[in-house]
């Protein structure tokens, strides 16, 4: 058979990502919640990584991902798909160990597994050697790819007891004065469009001994830029409190016809948290912030107190669901401990 140019492989590729709609450009990962039960048994949100074309232009199908956490790696691995997914592959005869990267498998889609053999949730027994301490535990994705180089992605992985209570925050619009100006700016190095007194109210609210979690439907590909905005906040003497930061898993555009094109981002959103949810052996999520119909929608089918729940206009006013009263940030900080009662953590 003929040997084909690098110029005919690229168009290959094109073609058959325009088929199967495969616009995953950028890179990412979401933040994990990990539990510990009184047994010490943990359980975990899914490992949710795509390593991009932007990164992995050949195709991605069969490239071992390492782990590594808290700076040591672990004897876990995982695995790209065709559309730079990573899952944990569930047959022995699998494993990452002696898995190879095979280019003509990948480029013809012949690399994925059957669902029934791949997860992106990890199981008991392999968290368990993830080597994971209360808190944050840094850990990094890594993947050689057949030309020698190494692409690297990173998120957190937050250890915490199965009694933690969690504040659900959207970012576009809550954290931020808007949703389109929110995203836009920051990346200008504009940062500071945010709502007066959010930092403050969030981590007078963590001080109380509550987990922040930052729910957006931004691209999963954005998580870099969308952990480094939300840090970067400050009001002096407060800075953001840290917390997991979960993204939509589908690609930018993926993420753009959800929200805008077929109106349901609160799809996700509900999934997500369900997911969270389902870790626990009660339900540990506490309050909610949004400033979308579709944000109370999902925070009110997790059984979320709606008097907890609380709805925020550009103008900065907040108006709780369950009473419907207006309020401002002021108020709800100078009512945190009230609200939200101290927590023995």
């Not at 232009?57 to 071992?64: E, K």
Request: net charge neutral; with cysteine; glycine share 8%.
């Amino acid at each position: 058979m003929a040997r084909l140019s690098m110029s005919a492989i690229c168009v290959l590729i094109f073609i058959g990502d325009i088929a199967k709609g495969d616009n995953n450009f950028l890179t990412g990962a979401n933040d994990i919640i990990a539990v510990v039960d009184e047994d010490g048994d943990i359980k975990a949100s899914p490992f949710n990584v795509q390593f991009g074309k932007k990164d992995i232009w050949l195709p991605r199908s069969g490239h071992v991902v390492s782990l590594e956490v808290n700076e040591k790696d672990v004897p876990v691995g995982m695995v790209l798909d065709n559309e730079g997914q990573a899952y944990f592959p569930t047959l022995k005869s699998d494993g990452s160990s002696n898995r190879q990267y095979r280019f003509w498998s990948a480029l013809l889609g012949m690399g994925n597994p059957s669902p029934k053999h791949r997860t992106n949730s990890a199981t008991s027994s392999q968290l368990s050697r993830f080597g994971l301490q209360m808190g944050p535990n840094p850990i990094l994705y890594r993947v050689t790819t057949s030309s020698g180089s190494i692409v690297t992605t990173s998120a957190v992985i937050h250890l915490m007891n199965n009694t933690a209570k969690l504040v659900v925050s959207d970012i576009d619009g809550t954290v931020t004065r808007s949703n389109i100006r929110g995203m836009i700016l920051p990346a200008l190095g504009l940062s500071d469009w945010k709502h007066n007194g959010v930092v403050e109210l969030y981590r007078k609210i963590a001080n109380q001994g509550y987990q922040i979690v930052y729910l957006t439907n931004r691209a999963i590909g954005q998580s870099d830029m969308t952990r480094e905005y939300i840090y970067s906040l400050a009001e002096t003497p407060y800075e953001m409190p840290r917390g997991p930061v979960l993204l939509q898993v589908e690609s930018l555009l993926g993420a753009f016809q959800t929200e805008v094109i077929k109106g349901q981002p609160e799809v996700n959103k509900i999934a997500a948290l369900s997911r969270v949810k389902g870790l626990f052996p009660e339900n540990p999520l506490f309050s909610g912030f949004g400033n979308k119909a579709w944000d109370i929608l999902a925070y009110k089918a997790l059984n979320i107190n709606p008097d907890m729940i609380f709805n925020v206009g550009e103008d900065s006013i907040l108006i709780s669901e369950g009473t419907g009263i207006p309020t401002n940030y002021t108020n709800l900080i100078d009512k945190v401990s009230f609200m939200y009662p101290l927590l023995d953590v």
